[in-house]
């Protein structure tokens, strides 16, 4: 599996826009982008994933870049709730369908200030 | 409600004792899968099934065992080999493809005395 680079921490203020990048730059044509969070002594949760073009959801914002090579988690205001760990992960859809395994890395911890 | 329990969410077992962790879904998914996850640490590969009667190890299957003999269910075995078994355990599940989101449980905390 192709491996992503995440900053170890960020911050933000709360009602900010928040950019967590995320670096794959051995990324295949056949990589879907997945986004997931984690909050505190919980399981992960997803947030969003895409191929190519960018994605919408009403958590976030997924901008990927022209080249695939890397990728930007966006969070259009953040609450106090969104401080998590993300996590960026990429998918081979060439994979075995069902059992392509899930690898994550350390991901990134956002804190968010009042 | 569609979902994925784990049980129970705290554990407590004594050093030398095997211990099994229960993973059970509803969603219909064909994968499951177990992480293993340690203070200020991101998720790290237990075990896999893509099917029923089937598993694959992942990056630290030593000290582990599982079984997949129905669908729904994916228990997972630490034994009395694994070295240093105190941590947070996550099962997660997905549908037959990539393009789809996986769902998690909400954990079991294991501390062997």
């Known amino acids: 599996d192709a491996k992503t680079t995440q900053p170890n921490s960020m911050e933000s203020n709360e009602e900010e826009p928040v950019h967590l990048p995320c670096n794959h730059s051995?990324?295949?044509?056949?990589?879907?982008i997945h986004w997931y969070r984690q909050l505190p002594s919980q399981g992960p949760e997803y947030v969003i994933h895409?191929?190519?073009s960018n994605v919408n959801n009403r958590m976030a914002s997924l901008a990927i870049a022209e080249d695939r090579k890397s990728s930007t988690l966006i969070l259009h205001r953040a609450t106090l709730r969104d401080a998590a760990v993300y996590y960026c992960?990429?998918?081979?859809?060439?994979?075995?369908?069902?059992?392509?395994?899930?690898?994550f890395g350390k991901g990134t911890t956002l804190s968010v200030s009042s | 409600d569609g979902g994925i329990t784990q049980s129970p969410k705290y554990l407590f077992r004594k050093e030398g004792q095997n211990v099994t962790l229960s993973c059970e879904q509803n969603?219909?998914?064909?994968?499951m899968y177990w992480y293993r996850q340690d203070p200020g640490q991101g998720l790290r590969l237990i075990y896999y099934?893509?099917?029923?009667?089937?598993?694959q190890k992942g990056d630290i299957a030593e000290g582990y065992s599982v079984s997949r003999e129905k669908k729904e269910s994916f228990p997972l075995t630490v034994t009395s080999a694994q070295k240093n078994p105190t941590a947070f355990y996550l099962c997660a599940s997905t549908p037959g493809t990539v393009n789809t989101e996986a769902f998690f449980g909400q954990g079991t905390r294991l501390t062997v005395v």
């Open positions: 051995t990324i295949s044509g056949t990589d879907y």
């Open positions: 992960i990429l998918r081979d859809v060439r994979v075995n369908q069902a059992g392509t395994a899930l690898i």
């Open positions: 099934s893509q099917i029923v009667n089937d598993f």
């Open positions: 969603l219909n998914h064909d994968a």
């Open positions: 895409g191929l190519t």
